[in-house]
């Protein structure tokens, strides 16, 4: 059974920092593209970064770059997301996707999706 979790959410005052987590099982992801895409209540789901196979190429939103930076490790089937300077329109649920033939930045490219975690900015 393939599934993918995330970690690392909480509550952090404007300008702090989180790590997220997407620990991935059931396969090896080490094909596929994995990515993150966030949720706040009223709004659409958004991409905020991708990263291919084998790390070498990064994908970012307009309104993370800069502050957030995605990686994986492969050996430990894991992506991450490590945001700094956050903002209180940061706030949303964050959701990690993987698949093997997607359109980076379109969410229903992706075919594994995690359940989410739930990042709040406070100002």
């Known amino acids: 059974q393939v599934q993918l979790v995330e970690s690392g959410g909480g509550l952090v005052q404007a300008g702090g920092s989180l790590r997220l987590s997407c620990a991935a099982s059931?396969?090896?992801?080490?094909?596929?593209?994995m990515g993150w895409f966030r949720q706040a209540p009223g709004k659409e789901r958004e991409f905020v970064a991708a990263?291919?196979?084998?790390?070498?190429?990064?994908y970012y939103a307009d309104s993370v770059k800069g502050r957030f930076s995605i990686s994986r490790d492969n050996a430990k089937n894991t992506m991450y997301l490590q945001m700094n300077s956050l903002k209180p329109e940061d706030t949303a649920v964050y959701y990690c996707?993987?698949?093997?033939?997607?359109?980076?930045?379109?969410?229903?490219?992706?075919?594994?999706w995690g359940q989410g975690t739930q990042v709040s900015v406070s100002s």
């Open positions: 990263i291919s196979g084998s790390g070498g190429r990064l």
């Open positions: 996707a993987a698949g093997d033939r997607v359109v980076v930045m379109t969410s229903r490219s992706y075919r594994y």
């Open positions: 059931g396969r090896t992801f080490s094909n596929d593209v």
